[in-house]
């Protein structure tokens, strides 16, 4: 696999599509932070780290749905940023997704964190991906 960040994202976005509860992934460091951000903005409802007999381990993600409309948390999944195209942002051109609504994902030499979080503390770095 050469892009795992990309594979996280596509296993979130089929399970969205096909109204899954829990998806399961293969855990990363960056994949936990990814996880961890969605969950403090409200995206997904809970978030489970699992040890696996190899190394690795897994990330167990509860979707989270409308109780009355029963439509997704997740609207959009976009991975911006990927190994054939790299793209990297100054703090002063950080993107605002939906007008402040949506998330962009950021990793920064500070940590991966929100694009507002970047804006807060002028750090720039390579966008990972928007999600609304």
Do not use: W
């Given at each position: 696999?050469?892009?795992p960040?990309?594979?996280?994202l596509?296993?979130?976005r089929?399970?969205?599509k096909a109204?899954?509860?829990?998806?399961e992934?293969?855990?990363?460091?960056?994949k936990?932070?990814?996880t961890k951000?969605?969950?403090d903005?409200?995206y997904?409802a809970?978030?489970?780290?699992?040890?696996?007999?190899?190394k690795?381990?897994?990330?167990?993600?509860?979707?989270?749905?409308n109780?009355?409309?029963?439509?997704?948390a997740i609207?959009?999944?976009?991975?911006?940023?990927?190994p054939?195209l790299?793209?990297y942002?100054?703090?002063?051109r950080?993107?605002?997704?939906i007008?402040?609504l949506?998330?962009?994902?950021?990793?920064t030499?500070?940590?991966?964190?929100?694009d507002?979080?970047?804006r807060?503390?002028?750090v720039?770095g390579?966008?990972?991906?928007?999600?609304?």
């Amino acid at each position: 696999m050469t892009d795992p960040i990309s594979d996280y994202l596509t296993r979130l976005r089929n399970a969205v599509k096909a109204n899954h509860r829990i998806v399961e992934v293969p855990a990363s460091n960056t994949k936990k932070e990814i996880t961890k951000i969605l969950f403090d903005k409200g995206y997904i409802a809970n978030y489970k780290f699992e040890e696996t007999d190899n190394k690795q381990g897994n990330i167990k993600v509860a979707l989270k749905y409308n109780p009355v409309t029963k439509l997704p948390a997740i609207t959009r999944l976009k991975r911006v940023s990927r190994p054939g195209l790299r793209k990297y942002v100054s703090h002063d051109r950080l993107p605002r997704i939906i007008n402040g609504l949506g998330v962009a994902i950021i990793s920064t030499s500070k940590g991966i964190m929100t694009d507002k979080e970047a804006r807060q503390l002028h750090v720039g770095g390579e966008v990972l991906c928007y999600i609304y």
